[in-house]
């Protein structure tokens, strides 16, 4: 329990190494002036600047000896994410390029490549479809969003999210017909059943 501040914060470095690999790869694109581009690109940069902020929390947690709290699994779920919408920008940014990958590919089974790996198409494309598997492994995003709501100090839950949360537990066979998941942003939607919206 007690190494995963640490590992997170490993993984923090290396997803600022890939948002700055994605920097370069839109300058050798010549899609940094591009204002769909760059909006995207910024996107990405607010969300590594929280992710930061985020691992100085847990840090700080963790040298005053606190026990883990939500902040793991709420990594988790945001680092997913944000890594395949950010590995979706890259392919966007290669555009046709994308779609024969050539040069070194990624070295690495999960997670960002290496820490210097070349802006290769084969590298970012190869990234790009592991990171589809990432809101999954590990505990899905909907199973991370149970677990940090359970770990909170008051550790209450509300509405469908509390009922989707004990459901999981119970090992109901019902939960592949409950949304389980709240918009970002915004305030958790009720469940909806396999039978209608």
Known sequence: MRAAPLRDEAARLRIRTELDRLLELAREQGRQDDPRFRQRLAWCYSQVEI??????RT????????????ESSIFKIFWSEYHQAATELAADVMGPHALVPSGRPRTTAFQTDDPGAPNSTASWVGTFLGARAETIYAG??????CR?????????????????CSAMSSGSSHVSAIVLTAPRGGAARAPRSASGP
């Open 140 to 145: 899905s995003s909907q199973i991370q969003r």
């Open 148 to 164: 940090s709501v359970k770990r909170t100090p008051s550790g209450s839950t509300s509405g469908c999210l509390a009922a989707s």
């Open 59 to 70: 840090l700080t947690r963790f040298l005053r000896g606190s026990q883990p709290g939500p």
């Open 51 to 56: 992710m930061r902020y985020l691992g100085y």
